[in-house]
């Protein structure tokens, strides 16, 4: 069916031709419930008027001048993105691996003014930043890195949600800690309270950058502008992608104290990086998500999908953990179980399974209390089967 792309996705065998909020429909007629929001990017759900009247207008209007000039959607997005975070600039790229290789950049040339000749960059295992070559030696999956050697140098791994480890890998040369404030991919790790502000701290005493990876966990999808404003702390590098423009590709790299300033002209740069286009995009979902009380909405639904699976699921035989923050959920069971995903199709709902055994929610932040319990009633029967079956092969076979 698709042959002429390269089969870098094992694809499902459904495609959508529609979508309406939290809903989808295929190509046959058949509408699904969208617990993932196209890995969390669309999360003010699909076809958000607001979005597609302001993409609609701009793109009657002009979509792509260059970097070249000035850009008054995108300084204007900066300097929402700038009040949001505390954060003092921005630099627009495309995608998150793209805001990621920014951030990467912006680190090394951060070293090199400090005279670290060979600079270095604490990431976490199990951690995901992207597929291009800064960002996938950066992430912590040896099979996304195999065969793509050789990868750069530079970045120096430790266990996540543990600072006393970063400090066993320090060295002179390193310059920042770079991680997820909840890893995604890596199966919805919500770190204990106090590793970000020690993180902030031992940044601090170090003279090193924090640096944390918002793609997937920003804009509002925790129930908070980013994840890290629940732990009460500043970080000094932030790289945004996903959500921004709700399917609009965009990427953005914020930098605060220290790290502001570091990139000057001809330092770096891009194409369409912060047009008009994809810049009035993130303008309209940040304005809806203020208007709207997303944040709160987020908050409050995913309490609610939590509690539910909670109840449903705590105790069942080969549950390993349910968890989440906001609306990055996650349930693990003690084994592999990608056919989770086809059985939910079936059953007209999409998620996502990652780490070979993390069911993973990502609702748009619009979700309606009736769409979390139609979710979690169609979930918790299906989990429990394939959770029991793997806690007791034999069962499942009898
Ligand atoms: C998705 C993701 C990326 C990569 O984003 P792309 O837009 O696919 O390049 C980077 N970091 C995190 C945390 C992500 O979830």
């Not at 480890?165 to 404030?181: D, G, K, M």
């Not at 998500?289 to 709160?296: F, S, V, W």
């Amino acid at each position: 069916m698709t042959t002429a792309l390269m089969p870098t996705y094992k694809r499902l065998p459904v495609a959508f031709q529609r979508g309406d909020g939290a809903w989808l429909e295929d190509t046959e007629g058949h509408w699904y419930l969208d617990a993932l929001s196209g890995i969390a990017v669309c999360g003010l759900g699909h076809a958000h008027p607001a979005v597609a009247a302001a993409v609609a207008d701009q793109a009657g209007t002009l979509v792509h001048t260059s970097n070249l000039y000035e850009v008054p959607h995108q300084t204007r997005l900066g300097e929402r993105l700038c009040q949001l975070s505390g954060l003092d600039q921005v630099f627009f790229a495309n995608s998150g691996a793209e805001a990621n290789e920014a951030a990467i950049k912006l680190a090394r040339l951060h070293g090199h003014h400090r005279g670290i000749e060979a600079p270095e960059i604490i990431v976490a295992d199990n951690a995901f930043h992207g597929r291009t070559l800064g960002a996938l030696t950066a992430t912590g999956n040896r099979s996304a890195q195999t065969g793509f050697g050789p990868l750069p140098a530079g970045f120096v791994r430790a266990p996540y949600n543990d600072s006393a480890a970063i400090e066993a890998v320090a060295s002179e040369r390193t310059v920042a800690v770079f991680v997820e404030p909840v890893q995604g991919e890596g199966g919805i790790v919500v770190p204990d309270a106090d590793y970000l502000p020690a993180l902030r701290r031992l940044c601090d005493q170090r003279g090193w950058l924090l640096m944390l990876d918002e793609v997937q966990s920003g804009v509002g999808r925790t129930g908070a502008w980013f994840a890290h404003q629940h732990a009460g702390i500043r970080p000094d590098v932030v790289t945004l992608a996903k959500a921004l423009a709700n399917g609009v590709p965009i990427g953005a790299c914020l930098a605060g104290g220290p790290a502001s300033g570091v990139l000057g002209p001809g330092s770096h740069g891009t194409t369409f990086g912060g047009n008009p286009l994809s810049s009035r995009a993130a303008l309209a979902v940040i304005e809806t998500i203020e208007r709207d009380g997303l944040l709160d909405r987020a908050a409050a639904v995913g309490e609610r999908i939590l509690r539910g699976l909670r109840d449903g699921l705590t105790g069942v035989r080969g549950v390993h953990d349910i968890r989440g923050q906001g609306l990055m959920i996650g349930v693990e069971l003690e084994g592999p179980c990608p056919s989770l995903v086809p059985q939910a199709l079936d059953a007209g709902v999409l998620i996502n399974v990652t780490a070979g055994r993390v069911v993973r929610l990502l609702p748009p932040l619009t979700f309606t209390d009736e769409q979390a319990d139609r979710l979690v009633d169609t979930l918790t029967p299906l989990i429990q089967q394939t959770a029991e079956a793997l806690a007791d092969p034999s069962a499942a076979l009898a």
